[in-house]
């Protein structure tokens, strides 16, 4: 499950749990997520950001594949169908923080596999600890396609070419160094807490500016014509300036 708690200008949004959660993406915690943000963009005020953050070893190890067995009942085809379904039902998540009228941190304390490294690079910023975790594209691996929202996204987010070949033909398990290097995240930090008070210090730069929040969504979106149109999302023009 995820919590969503506002200090000053600040909103924290934390995958809670102990040591061992891996914070697997599930219809449950899609929609907790999703619930999170809905309510943070109704509290949204010029200066308001979100930091995204985790508790324990991972960030997200992506989409919940054993809750999908089990709710198959051992019946493999009914198990890719419940896939699909989390799948379809992300998409949403991933549209939701391209559209959040705020600025975004994600402070990656653990591993960030499949789903759950989208989930981190669906975020303005990618703060990571580099003493554990890594980044992994596991769908090579597992034998299965990627979304087309997916590979939009990364295609946004990532600019380099053999970044993307690396992280999406090869598999590659990324650790936070790597990751500054190939241009996967803005910065690595010597430990969890670390990279949390690192997260914490460019939320307290950026909600000194005072944006306005519907500008800034707007701007965003302008920046990622693919991944807004795979995803539905239109953009306007808006102006807030005194002129």
């Not at 899609?30 to 324990?56: C, D, K, W």
């Not at 033909?169 to 990324?174: A, C, F, K, S, T």
Request: with cysteine; glycine share 8%.
């Amino acid at each position: 499950m995820c919590t969503l708690e506002k200090r000053g200008n600040i909103f924290f949004l934390t995958f809670t749990g102990d040591g061992d959660d891996q914070h697997r993406l599930n219809p449950t915690l899609i929609s907790s997520i999703r619930s999170a943000l809905s309510e943070a963009r109704s509290q949204s005020t010029p200066g308001t950001v979100l930091i995204t953050l985790a508790q324990g070893k991972f960030f997200s190890n992506g989409f919940d594949l054993l809750w999908a067995r089990s709710a198959s009942g051992g019946c493999p085809s009914k198990a890719v169908d419940l896939l699909r379904h989390m799948v379809k039902l992300f998409k949403d998540v991933a549209s939701d923080f391209i559209s959040l009228p705020m600025p975004t941190i994600a402070a990656v304390t653990g591993h960030a596999a499949a789903a759950g490294l989208l989930l981190a690079m669906s975020h303005d910023y990618v703060l990571m600890r580099r003493d554990r975790g890594v980044l992994y594209m596991s769908e090579i691996d597992l034998g299965m396609t990627l979304p087309d929202y997916f590979t939009a996204l990364i295609r946004s987010k990532v600019a380099k070419p053999e970044s993307r070949r690396d992280l999406l033909l090869r598999g590659m398990r990324v650790k936070a160094e790597e990751a500054v290097a190939k241009g996967l995240i803005d910065s690595a930090h010597d430990s969890g807490e670390k990279a949390v008070e690192a997260a914490v210090r460019l939320g307290e730069e950026l909600t000194k500016r005072k944006w306005d929040g519907e500008v800034y969504a707007e701007i965003r979106k302008s920046l990622y014509p693919e991944i807004c149109g795979v995803l539905g999302l239109t953009s306007k023009s808006v102006v807030k300036a005194r002129l």
